[in-house]
Each structure stands twice: as C-alpha cells, then as structure tokens.
C-alpha cells in the first residue's frame, strides 16, 4: 500500500506562502510515499498550477454534499477537482465543533467525494474527556460507523481514514504509541467487518502534533500508514522532513 503524508493548512496562507510549495516540491522531487497538500480554497487553484507534474498532489479541506445550487460560500467536490484537487479532508474535528458537522453530514459529503472521483480522508477521533472517560473505541466506532460511506464504491485507496484525537490537535501532545496502535487497529478491524477485505488496503493516518522528532516512532505503528500534518505542513523545512520519516518507514 502506498503511504500518504498529507498537509492541512487550515485557514492558513495567502499568495506569499506559495513559496513553500516550490520549495517541498525541489526538496521532495521523488518522495517515495504519497505527498498531498490542502490549502485553505482560495489557494487550491494556485497551487495545484505550482504542483502540476510534481509528486505533490493538492486537495479540498471541505465540500458541500450537493454537486451544485443555492449554498451560498460553499464549495462542491467536482469543484475541488476542477480546481486540481485530488483529494478532500471531511469531518475534521475543527468543522465537526465550529460548524456542527454530524457524523450524517460527514457521510453525505464522503459519499458525494467518492462520487466526484476524489479521494475522501474521513477524520474521527476522542475528546480529552472522552479518552479520560475510558470511551475512545466507542467514540472512534460511532463516528466510523456514521461517517463513512454505505458502500465503496472506488478503489481502496480512494476511502482515507485520519486518526485525530482532538486533545492532540496543535498542542504539542500526543498519545503513546500503545495507544496510537490499539486505536488503529480497532478502526482496521471495524473497517474489515464493515467493507470485507477491500479495508486492508485503505490508508489509516495518524495526525494530531506530528512533527518531525515523533514522526519516525509514529511511522512505525503497525496500521498507520501515513499522517494528516497540521502546522508541521506549513514549512517545506518541517513538512520534508516528516515526508522523508514516511518515505522511510
Ligand atoms: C490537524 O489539524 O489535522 C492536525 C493534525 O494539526 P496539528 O498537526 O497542528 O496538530
């Protein structure tokens, strides 16, 4: 299976920032794993130009469930794609609190991803207080069991999941590995149960403070098979590096 490195740059970047992409593209020339970067929209066009005939791939951060109409500021999946998205981010934790994103929602959109012929990375993943309450694999199985799509429809690798414990979200902490490994093969057992044998061949990305000192000890988890990067995406100098730990890996 190839491994994926994905960079979510959030609500991060303007014009200036593209710089950075030139730069991981010279430094990452043959990566030898997936590279992917989702700028914020307004960027995707650009920098899917800047990326064209690179190993660098680009992608949406969100998308609308519907193909076209009346929701004003929203953006559909063939739009990502016309733009020179390859893939979409959905239901990361950060919409699921600032937009109220539901597990239905999040399926409607990773259905309507799949249909658009992107690659769909279906983010799930405990609160603190979940964790502390000892209910992480319930939390984890709900949301996969919500979120994903009825049926898959494409190849394996076009239905991503992304491991995101919110508590590790940009705050420098991270699970143990012991704990990385028990999440992750929960959500490959549960993916098998629910897909059949297709689900041994879909990436499972670990992301929450990946950075290039962990990323090694991470890549190393049995089931991860990649991260989803978030502030360590914003740099060539940080992001190459743990490309490289994946490649290496
Ligand atoms: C993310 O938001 O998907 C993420 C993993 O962020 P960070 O790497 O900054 O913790």
Redesign the pocket.
């Known amino acids: 299976m190839r491994k994926l490195a994905a960079g979510?740059w959030?609500m991060n970047g303007t014009s200036a920032e593209l710089a950075e992409v030139s730069a991981l593209i010279a430094a990452q020339a043959k990566p030898g794993c997936e590279m992917l970067l989702c700028p914020p929209a307004t960027l995707l066009a650009r920098m899917a130009d800047i990326a064209a005939g690179s190993a660098l791939m680009v992608g949406g951060q969100d998308c609308h469930a519907k193909t076209a109409g009346a929701h004003t500021g929203d953006i559909s999946a063939d739009m990502l794609k016309d733009a020179g998205a390859t893939h979409v981010i959905l239901g990361?934790?950060?919409r699921r609190a600032d937009h109220g994103e539901t597990d239905i929602a999040v399926r409607a959109k990773a259905t309507a991803a799949l249909a658009a012929g992107l690659t769909a990375i279906v983010?799930v993943g405990e609160t603190e207080a979940q964790r502390d309450a000892g209910r992480t694999l319930d939390v984890i199985g709900t949301q996969l069991a919500g979120s994903l799509p009825a049926q898959m429809t494409g190849a394996a690798d076009s239905l991503v999941i992304?491991y995101?414990p919110v508590w590790?979200?940009?705050?420098g902490r991270t699970p143990t590995l012991d704990e990385v490994a028990e999440v992750h093969a929960f959500i490959r057992t549960t993916l098998t149960t629910r897909f059949g044998e297709v689900a041994k061949a879909m990436r499972l990305l670990y992301?929450?403070?990946?950075k290039a000192s962990n990323a090694a000890d991470i890549f190393a988890v049995p089931h991860v098979n990649g991260a989803?990067?978030?502030?360590?995406?914003l740099k060539a100098s940080d992001f190459g590096p743990i490309v490289a730990a994946l490649a290496a890996s």
């Open positions: 979510n959030k990361h934790s950060e983010c992304a995101e590790a979200i940009g705050t992301g929450g403070s990946v989803l990067v978030g502030g360590a995406s």
